[in-house]
């Protein structure tokens, strides 16, 4: 029987699984730094801390994240991402228990911490399966669920908090309360099998051939996938290090707004004058919906559009944004809602390509290293923004840090300018090739 290619099949029900349970890593990594958003301040007022605690509090699971993005991803592309793919999930769920027995603020860190670093684990696992399962024409609606994904499970975990917002002991449960999405994304990623194309690159093909004929019932041809080690050296120098820098440098000028407001979301909508406690909590979940918005227009915009203008036109709307909100003195609450709904809807251009640039710019024995590398670098900026982030806020005030928002989104823009590539239409041998940055401005 002839071969069919993979790029010619559709979306079957086996491959919309493997979206929907892979994206249980985001969804978690916006429900639990969601959560501590709603939690800190009852935090504050048990344990009595300052605002370094408060920092600290803040960007510890964004630390974890670095580290585990930088180790999980090298573990994944060395052992395989099916045995990483159920390991973070379960760890996550224990630490999530672990979390609602917390005595101290140091306590609370360090399984803060080690959060992080499971979630970080799960981003290059999960979106290497994605990307690796899927027929190109998907790929990208299939990262914007990633990134969807993410903001559903930030509103979700806000939601969660309103209704224990004024329980004894709610910011306990709070935390605790992400075992129960834990329990049920392990349930759906156990039966979903080893990645045929990193089968490929490690010379298993009758393995690969066998599990793509499960999934489509019929002998599928994945393009020609090199045999080959891992080798980080690869990522080091040359075209990929500079892709690195590329997609690392965009998620970190689309992460630190989007992580401030969502740490430090009800902080900020308070210092605006709006209030606090639920009145701040009913504004951040009304935001946070129009940042789950945006990505759904992006999943389409990036393949009829193109990947280099939908990030282009992004980074403009999103700069403008935030420069309006902090040139304005004392702006009206329609004001600051429209502002930072159009912020977080043109956010999603940025926010679905951070996931799809690193999968289709890296070919497979380096893939989720190259992932993991990119995320880690974009989280060192934010660790360190969203650590300072209370002590400048409270010195500075809103619309100076709206206008240091807006030239980091700048930043983004003038980035994008210069590296960003189409890579729209193409397969993933050839995206990932080292020879494809030759085509960086043209357009499909």
């Not at 009595?48 to 509090?57: F, P, T, V």
Request: proline residues 5%.
């Amino acid at each position: 029987m002839q071969k069919v290619s993979l790029d010619d099949l559709g979306m079957n029900t086996f491959l919309k699984r493997i979206t929907l349970y892979s994206s249980g890593g985001p969804f978690l990594e916006g429900y639990v730094l969601g959560v501590i958003g709603v939690a800190l301040p009852l935090i504050v007022s048990e344990f009595r801390i300052d605002e370094h605690w408060n920092g600290l509090l803040g960007v510890a699971s964004l630390i974890g994240l670095f580290f585990g993005a930088s180790v999980g991803g090298w573990l994944t592309d060395l052992l395989g991402r099916k045995r990483m793919f159920i390991i973070d999930i379960a760890l996550i769920g224990i630490l999530s228990i672990i979390s609602a027995f917390v005595a101290s603020p140091l306590q609370l860190f360090i399984v803060r911490f080690l959060i992080g670093l499971a979630v970080g684990a799960d981003y290059p696992i999960a979106t290497s399966m994605i990307a690796e399962f899927t027929p190109r024409r998907y790929r990208a609606i299939s990262m914007g669920f990633i990134a969807a994904m993410w903001y559903i499970g930030a509103n979700t975990s806000y939601v969660v908090g309103y209704f224990l917002l004024d329980l004894k002991g709610g910011w306990r449960w709070m935390l605790a309360s992400s075992i129960i999405p834990c329990l049920i994304i392990l349930i759906g990623r156990w039966s979903i099998p080893e990645s045929p194309r990193w089968l490929m690159s490690k010379g298993r093909t009758d393995e690969a051939e066998s599990i793509m004929e499960s999934i489509f019932h019929t002998p599928v041809q994945l393009e020609d996938e090199t045999a080959e080690k891992t080798d980080l050296r690869r990522l080091l120098h040359g075209t990929y290090l500079k892709r690195i820098i590329f997609v690392g440098v965009i998620w970190l000028c689309q992460a630190i707004p989007m992580y401030a407001i969502y740490t430090y979301g009800p902080q900020i909508i308070s210092g605006f004058g709006f209030g606090e406690g639920r009145a701040a909590l009913i504004g951040e979940i009304i935001i946070g919906t129009f940042f789950m918005i945006g990505t759904i227009p992006a999943m389409f915009l990036a393949e009829y559009w193109g990947r280099r203008p939908l990030i282009i036109w992004s980074f403009v709307i999103m700069t403008a944004s935030l420069a309006i909100l902090g040139i304005i003195p004392a702006p009206t609450m329609v004001v600051v809602v429209s502002c930072f709904a159009i912020y977080a809807i043109a956010s999603g251009g940025p926010g679905n390509l951070q996931w799809l640039y690193p999968n289709e710019l890296f070919p497979t024995s380096v893939r989720a290293t190259a992932m993991g590398a990119a995320m880690a670098l974009s989280r060192i900026g934010t660790v360190v923004s969203i650590y300072i982030l209370p002590t400048f806020l409270a010195e500075n005030g809103t619309g100076m840090t709206m206008l240091v928002g807006a030239g980091i989104s700048l930043l983004g823009l003038w980035i994008s300018i210069a590296w960003a590539p189409e890579t729209s239409g193409y397969p993933l041998t050839e995206t990932s090739s080292e020879g494809f940055n030759a085509r960086k401005v043209a357009s499909r």
